[in-house]
């Protein structure tokens, strides 16, 4: 009987003692061949189309391009290969949209060398794994779908107030072309960071994308 195949795998991330640790956590508990890593989403896609791996372990924090931008890129392109998203700090609305756009795991960076083994053995098997604490979040963001249609649970209003704001208009701009005040927009706008935990007009942008 032949030798199971080695798991071929890459990993991306911008720190190198990340993905050395690892690369040598999986080398010594299963069977995997890393293939490739890389520090950027620009060489993570120029890698993975290069080796063609059965497995990308990826950060989402991935930049040039974002995380985001390299997995849709790559899910257009390698639909066969399985990708497992890290985050160091992930929100549940990030787990329920990197599943959406093809993902087959999602888990936290600070998860033990175990973890991302059985994360590895599972996406190799054909399943996925998910940390059971985003479980019952998973659920409320089905209802935000149900009832609203995006997994923010955003009115038709905010997201047009999103929409807008990310697009580069400033406030007073957003409040003239939608007939509303100042003062809406403002309030619409903070409405919007608290629902989908966002610190920064970039993290709108992502969000924007989303939807």
């Known amino acids: ?12 991330d911008s720190h190198e003692i990340v993905r050395e640790g690892i690369a040598n956590r999986l080398v010594a508990s299963c069977n995997v ?3 490739g890593q890389a520090s950027d989403g620009y060489t993570a896609i120029k890698v993975c189309r290069s080796c063609r791996p059965d497995i990308l ?21 390698l639909s066969d290969m399985k990708i497992v998203v890290l985050s160091s700090d992930a929100t549940t609305s ?3 949209s990197t599943l959406a756009a093809g993902a087959v795991a999602f888990m936290p960076k600070q998860a ?9 053995r599972a996406a190799s098997e054909g399943y996925t ?15 935000n779908i149900t009832r609203t249609g995006n997994i923010y649970g955003l009115s038709p209003r905010e997201i047009e107030i999103l929409e807008a704001c990310t697009s580069g208009q400033k406030t007073k701009e957003v409040a003239e072309n939608l007939s509303i005040s100042v ?10 960071y608290r629902k989908t935990n966002s610190r920064s007009l970039s993290d709108l942008s992502r969000i924007v994308n989303q939807l």
């Open 129 to 143: 794994l998910l940390p059971t604490e985003y479980l019952a979040e998973f659920v409320s963001l089905r209802r």
């Open 183 to 192: 003062r809406t927009v403002e309030t619409h706008r903070n409405s919007i």
């Open 33 to 35: 061949e890393i293939v």
């Open 57 to 77: 372990l990826m950060d989402l924090s991935l930049q040039r391009p974002s995380g985001a931008e390299t997995l849709s890129k790559l899910r257009s392109t």
């Open 94 to 96: 990030d787990a329920f």
């Open 1 to 12: 009987m032949s030798e199971e195949s080695a798991i071929r795998v890459v990993i991306a």
């Open 112 to 120: 033990r060398g175990i973890h991302f083994v059985n994360a590895i």
